[in-house]
């Protein structure tokens, strides 16, 4: 049996979109950009289009028909399979509880909205446990160094990188809190009609 196709960010991100309706490769590095994707993950036209291919291969999207319009040269418009879907919603799972790549952790993020809102919860709780986990341990890095007497001068990084870990424990339970009392909208189909249409969110996605 053929192992699971091992995605890279971009991957999932061009599976997430097709989400949203079938589409070609231009279109989707076009909504990308102008959601400000491309601060996740490279645009590079090469890279797009090699990854659409080798996606096609691993059965994961497909061929649904052409684009013809006027003069402009033929572009292969592509629809999500039942695989594809399942993928992304399997690599989410799988790098939104961790802490240690934190740019896969940004598109899985970016992505989260793919799951039901109590899975993304649980998800977030676990992520939360290895953050006080890290918290913790830096806290007693530090005591222990200046317990040491060890200048303060060689301690910055790590007062920085505590600092951060304390923002990001902050952030992380202030979003938590929004999903549990549902005042932040999650999913597709609590965005409001004319945002879909305004936006290019189709129906499909809801299901």
Do not use: C
Request: glycine share 4%; charged share 35%; hydrophobic share 40%.
């Amino acid at each position: 049996m053929p192992e699971p196709t091992r995605l890279t960010p971009v991957a999932v991100m061009i599976l997430a979109t097709l989400r949203e309706g079938d589409m070609h490769t231009y279109e989707i590095v076009r909504l990308l950009r102008e959601r400000g994707d491309d601060r996740l993950v490279p645009m590079q036209k090469g890279t797009m289009y090699h990854t659409v291919a080798r996606l096609e291969r691993d059965g994961l999207l497909a061929e649904t028909g052409v684009d013809r319009d006027g003069n402009r040269p033929e572009r292969t418009i592509y629809t999500l399979l039942d695989a594809g879907r399942q993928a992304v919603e399997d690599w989410v799972r799988s790098e939104l509880p961790q802490i240690e790549r934190a740019g896969d952790f940004r598109v899985a993020l970016s992505e989260a909205h793919n799951l039901e809102r109590d899975e993304v919860v649980d998800l977030l709780d676990r992520r939360r446990a290895l953050l006080t986990a890290s918290v913790d341990a830096h806290r007693a890095g530090i005591a222990d160094a200046v317990a040491r007497e060890t200048p303060e001068q060689f301690l910055v990084e790590l007062q920085r990188q505590s600092a951060l870990l304390d923002a990001e424990l902050a952030w992380q339970d202030s979003l938590r809190a929004r999903l549990s009392d549902r005042s932040l909208p999650w999913g597709i189909a609590e965005i409001p009609e004319h945002i879909k249409k305004k936006h290019r969110v189709s129906k499909e996605t809801t299901s």
